[in-house]
């Protein structure tokens, strides 16, 4: 399975979310998930990745497109992609 689509798998779990229905680049409110949420649904994403996110680049994510993309480069930098 590709990065988004364990981003959304995990979303879906998560917050109890129609997996195929989510679309990437719908801001994350719009899909009922609010800041605190969000946050606990980093840790998930870190430990499922192995990435660290810091809290300057949680600012910049605000859809799980933008999530994916931040993962996918974490990855590419920690040479795990």
Do not use: Q
Not at 6 to 13: H, N, P, V, Y
Not at 15 to 23: E, G, I, Y
Request: no cysteine; net charge negative; hydrophobic share 45%.
């Amino acid at each position: 399975m590709d990065t988004l689509g364990r981003i959304k798998d995990l979303a879906g779990k998560e917050f109890s979310l129609d997996v195929n229905a989510l679309d990437p680049a719908a801001p994350l409110d719009s899909l009922g998930i609010d800041s605190l949420s969000f946050i606990e649904f980093m840790f998930k994403i870190e430990e499922e990745f192995g990435v660290s996110v810091s809290d300057e680049d949680l600012k910049g994510i605000k859809t799980l497109g933008d999530l994916e993309r931040y993962v996918a480069a974490a990855l590419v930098a920690a040479g795990k992609a």
